[in-house]
């Protein structure tokens, strides 16, 4: 079985600053990983994936995730968040191979930008 | 519709009594999953239809819960005798049914939040 555990359950921040939200994942077999994002009053969205490939992926919007498997790991980074970024983080694993019913998800982390 | 549409967006109730909360998937979508967003829980997974499969129903968390989904679009969760424990956030979210490794995409509605007095 698959477990994933965000550290943080909250992060301010100041406007411009850079920012990391940490997700550690468990698993014995390989996995899929996934950060969606929740703004105010809306449905979560996804903002990046690993499936396999390269370990470095990268959103839109200019965040970017690393898959660490040594370290169990897939934080999210952006090097100068902006106030629109405030919103709510959940990481996400699966099996590799499996479906989306198998989505784990964190129990997020909320990320504040302040000016 | 453009996106998951979810109802009704509120609902008060009080203990004991019945709830249904309405999910429509986005058009073309096979998969459709239910969750429940608690404060601090992060998202807890309910059920999950897939196709004309039988639903994957590990999640709901007691028998006063169930779904059903007709003709494989509009889904409806129930919520029997609710109790104070049941209020939180339901989620509805539909895919594409290919497999995390092609697609890996849920889509979410904006949910329907419940409050038992």
């Known amino acids: 079985a698959q477990s994933v555990t965000q550290l943080d359950s909250q992060v301010p921040v100041f406007e411009e600053a850079p920012v990391e939200l940490r997700c550690n994942y468990s698993?014995?077999?390989?996995?899929?990983l996934f950060w969606y994002v929740q703004y105010p009053n809306q449905g979560l969205q996804l903002l990046l994936k690993?499936?396999?490939?390269?370990?470095l992926v990268e959103s839109i919007n200019g965040f970017e995730a690393e898959f660490n498997k040594s370290q169990t790991s897939f934080h999210l980074r952006k090097p100068s968040v902006h106030i629109s970024d405030t919103a709510e983080y959940f990481c996400a694993v699966s099996r590799e191979g499996g479906s989306q019913g198998n989505l784990i998800f964190g129990k997020g982390t909320k990320l504040s930008v302040k000016p | 519709g453009a996106g998951v549409s979810q109802s009704p967006s509120n609902k008060v109730t009080e203990k004991g009594k019945d709830v249904e909360l309405r999910c429509d998937p986005i058009s073309g979508h096979t998969a459709l999953y239910w969750y429940r967003q608690s404060l601090g829980q992060g998202l807890e997974f309910l059920i999950y239809?897939?196709?004309?499969?039988?639903?994957?129903k590990s999640g709901l968390p007691s028998d006063r819960f169930s779904a059903e989904r007709t003709g494989g679009s509009v889904s409806t969760l129930t919520i029997q005798r609710t109790q104070q424990e049941d209020s939180a956030v339901y989620l509805c979210a539909s895919s594409l049914d290919y497999g995390l490794g092609r697609d890996g995409e849920l889509f979410f509605g904006e949910g329907s939040r419940l409050t038992v007095l």
């Open positions: 698993s014995s077999v390989s996995v899929y």
């Open positions: 690993y499936l396999s490939g390269s370990t």
């Open positions: 239809f897939q196709g004309n499969s039988a639903p994957d």
